[in-house]
């Protein structure tokens, strides 16, 4: 019996483990690097429903899919760094990252999937800031609580005007999103 146990015990510790490792990026409003192997899927978990810009001299090169929170990207052939852009559908807001895909070394192993996280939120209202936001735990606390209105501080007019004025001459990358507002196709 103690044979037995022991023999088992020295195969499991023998044999090689394949441990899943998921490297995470935090997301502070600075682009992020993710280098691609040609002929490797990398999988970019966003954890949002988010729409992927891609470089037009990239068709053909890279195959991007995106579906419940994950992104796919495939590498065709070597590409020289492009810069991606995701925009999270329900809010607008952006993340940017920087790819580039080099050949596969012959002792080259697969690239681990990539995690993006939140960094520190942003003020959701003009002039306020991000020490004023209440925490985690006021939150669960209200929620308990009857709802209150959150007091805006600029004007719901004032808002629409300024997001329809930068959605037509700002960068796409500058129009603040404004929840509940969202372009029309």
């Keep these: ?19 899943h490792a998921v490297e995470i990026l935090r997301w502070e409003r600075i682009p992020l690097a993710i280098p691609l192997t040609v002929g490797q899927e990398r999988i970019v978990f966003v954890d949002r429903n988010v729409r992927v810009g891609v470089p037009r001299d990239l068709q053909g090169k890279l195959r991007v899919q995106s579906t419940g ?8 052939e070597p590409i020289p760094p492009a810069r991606l852009r995701l925009q999270d559908a329900t809010n607008g807001e952006q993340m940017l990252i920087d790819i580039a895909a080099t050949e596969a070394t012959a002792d080259q192993q697969p690239r681990e999937p990539v995690r993006i996280v939140a960094g520190e939120p942003v003020a959701p209202h003009y002039g306020q800031s991000r020490e004023a936001q209440p925490s985690a735990a006021a939150k669960q606390t209200e929620h308990a609580e009857a709802p209150k209105a959150v007091p805006r501080e600029t004007p719901v007019p004032v808002v629409l005007t300024r997001y329809a004025a930068q959605m037509l001459y700002a960068p ?3 129009v603040e999103p404004v929840d509940g507002v969202g372009q029309v196709r």
């Design 1 to 19: 019996m103690i044979r037995k146990s022991t023999g088992s015990l020295l195969l499991m510790l023998a044999l090689p483990t394949l441990a």
């Design 69 to 76: 929170g994950a992104l796919y990207l495939l590498a065709n």
């Design 172 to 174: 796409l990358r500058t």
